[in-house]
Antibody, heavy 119, light 108 residues
Framework: QVQLVQSGAEVTKPGASVKISCKAS????????IHWVRQAPGQRLEWMAW????????NYAQKFQGWVTLTRNTSISTAYMELSSLKPDDTALYYC????????????WGQGTLVTVSS | SYVVTQPPSVSVAPGKTARITCGGN??????VHWYQQKPGQAPVVVIY???NRPSGIPERFSGSNSGNTATLTVSRVEAGDEADYYC???????????FGGGTKLTVL
């Protein structure tokens, strides 16, 4: 069982950046890839990107390339996602989730971080 | 990129069987996973690899995958099953998960 605890809600202005975190409870952090999934209000789940916690390799969906950056700190079992040049349309719940290496489903999810972009 | 399609909504009376479909080109060659998302909560896996249930998920939840359609079946539906359900596959060409559009299950 792995618990993922995300940082708290953010309110920011258009054009600004935010960095949200996702801390895993287990020490075997490097056995996973950490995914980020966005859900706009009342909308579907949208996969954004993943980072391999072991080697730091990343993969971004095309629409998020260039303004989303994933990093991780293995010493504290924490992954980060930085969102830059934010627009009001980026207002959404952002979830982190993990899959074990070699697996194709996301078996544990964080509680979500609400990012509100408003002038 | 691989596309999976779900009906926007399914309605069912309590005690009956709900079937939620997930369509995709030759989807039977892929592993399909299903998530349940209740209002205000994060998604939870209810079926993985087509038909496997994680511990803690009732036996009333089952899955199948054949041809171009995967199906999540919820038997003896209860009011507590009302939620959004998402199917997900892995797109091996782009190496990332792909979610369906989600199906809202309404218990009448």
């Amino acid at each position: 069982q792995v618990q993922l605890v995300q940082s708290g809600a953010e309110v920011t202005k258009p054009g600004a950046s935010v960095k949200i975190s996702c801390k895993a409870s287990r020490h075997t952090f490097t056995d996973y890839s950490i995914h980020w999934v966005r859900q706009a209000p009342g909308q579907r789940l949208e996969w954004m990107a993943w980072i391999n916690a072991n080697n730091g390799v990343t993969n971004y969906a095309q629409k998020f390339q260039g303004w989303v950056t994933l990093t991780r700190n293995t010493s504290i079992s924490t992954a980060y996602m930085e969102l830059s040049s934010l627009k009001p349309d980026d207002t959404a719940l952002y979830y982190c989730a993990i899959n074990h290496d070699g697996e194709s489903y996301l078996d544990y999810w964080g509680q979500g971080t609400l990012v509100t972009v408003s002038s | 990129s691989y596309v999976v399609t779900q009906p926007p909504s399914v309605s069912v009376a309590p005690g009956k069987t709900a079937r939620i479909t997930c369509g995709g080109n030759n989807i039977e060659t892929k592993s399909v996973h299903w998530y349940q998302q209740k209002p205000g909560q994060a998604p939870v896996v209810v079926i993985y690899h087509d038909s496997n249930r994680p511990s803690g998920i009732p036996e009333r939840f089952s899955g199948s995958n054949s041809g171009n359609t995967a199906t999540l079946t919820v038997s003896r539906v209860e009011a507590g099953d009302e939620a959004d359900y998402y199917c997900q596959v892995w797109d091996s060409s782009s190496d990332h998960p792909v979610f369906g559009g989600g199906t809202k299950l309404t218990v009448l």
